[in-house]
């Protein structure tokens, strides 16, 4: 049942979903889990969300007091952005996040210096707003097979490298759903058509890694989940469908940045962008999507941009190590 006023779903197993409101509606979401009057938030999206995370926490009757841990999946800034000001709201809460991850939360000054260089102070804040520090006593590092409780729920932090060696993905027993963050790709749900949802891989720089995520994926599907909750966006169900369909689209990511003509840099991130979008455009009408290449385009634009970025540096640092070894 989705809450009036509020930007959110309600799932099953005391699960809400909250949209971030980052760049468009149903873009990016984080979560808020609960247990015997305990509560956790899995993602945070940026300082803008924080109002409607806590608007949905009072909406569910439970006080800021009795929110035990933040979990950011990893510290990309739609998923981190809003950690160090929502932790502010919450008096008792601790920031669980990956120990690669932990140092740019507790001093987020090398986060605002590399997306104010990407984006521009103005775009930056528009987008971003402020990025507080979260005080290192209250972080806990989340290393490989971390469980944390609360109320009368488990939850268990695994390692998932592959969209970035900094991520975790969390498994919560009780729901048997894994909070994916980008580790199961993203999937919106306005390209769902009747043969169910449409997911791809998002290869946001800088730290791409197709080999690490095959693995990841394995894992992933090896604790047997029955729904797998994304940021970007929701719930997904049909689980071992949509983890063959990752596993080849990562291999056709990795083989458009190989086949790109262009010289390194700007001009070959421009190329596998191009090539990108041929390729989404023919997915998406295999998958019985009947918006416009033009629609798709409009949508996607950030998402095709950041993941041909992301490829480019996957590449050159192929090429770099192929040169040196």
């Given at each position: ?13 005391d699960?809400t979903?909250?949209?971030?409101r ?57 998923h ?19 120990p ?20 521009g ?13 979260v005080p290192?006593?209250?972080v806990?590092?989340a290393?490989d097979?971390v469980?944390?409780s609360f ?9 998932t490298p592959?969209?970035?060696?900094h991520?975790?993905?969390i498994?919560d ?10 580790t ?36 992933l599907?090896?604790?047997e ?32 940045a ?7 840099g ?16 023919q ?21 095709l ?14 090429e770099?190590a192929k040169?040196?070894?």
């Amino acid at each position: 049942m989705t809450m009036p006023d509020i930007p959110t779903i309600g799932y099953s197993h005391d699960i809400t979903c909250i949209d971030t409101r980052y760049q468009r509606p149903a873009l990016a979401a984080c979560y808020l889990l609960e247990s015997a009057g305990e509560a956790v938030f899995i993602d945070t999206g940026t300082s803008h969300t924080v109002p409607h995370s806590m608007a949905a926490l009072a909406s569910r009757g439970i006080p800021p007091s009795q929110v035990k841990y933040v979990i950011p999946t990893h510290v990309h800034l739609d998923h981190a952005g809003g950690a160090g000001t929502l932790m502010q709201h919450l008096p008792n809460a601790s920031l669980l996040i990956h120990p690669y991850g932990a140092k740019h939360l507790i001093d987020p000054s090398k986060l605002i210096a590399g997306a104010t260089a990407v984006y521009g102070e103005e775009k930056f804040k528009a987008d971003f707003g402020e990025l507080a520090a979260v005080p290192e006593e209250r972080v806990i590092e989340a290393t490989d097979g971390v469980r944390v409780s609360f109320g009368d729920r488990e939850l268990l932090c695994l390692d998932t490298p592959g969209h970035a060696r900094h991520h975790i993905c969390i498994y919560d027993k009780l729901s048997g759903g894994i909070f994916s963050g980008d580790t199961f790709g993203l999937s919106y749900r306005e390209f769902d058509t009747d043969k169910g949802p449409f997911i791809m891989p998002t290869t946001t720089p800088i730290q791409f890694d197709p080999d690490a995520w095959h693995t990841t994926l394995y894992r992933l599907m090896a604790l047997e989940p029955e729904r797998i909750f994304l940021t970007h966006y929701g719930e997904v169900t049909e689980l071992t469908v949509l983890a063959e369909r990752l596993h080849h689209y990562l291999d056709d990511f990795a083989t458009i940045a190989r086949e790109a003509d262009a010289e390194p840099g700007p001009n070959r991130v421009a190329v596998i962008r191009n090539r990108l979008m041929q390729w989404l455009a023919q997915e998406l009408r295999t998958h019985g999507c009947r918006h416009s290449t033009r629609t798709i385009e409009q949508r996607m634009s950030m998402d095709l941009e950041l993941d041909a970025q992301g490829l480019e540096v996957w590449l050159a640092r192929q090429e770099e190590a192929k040169a040196t070894g």
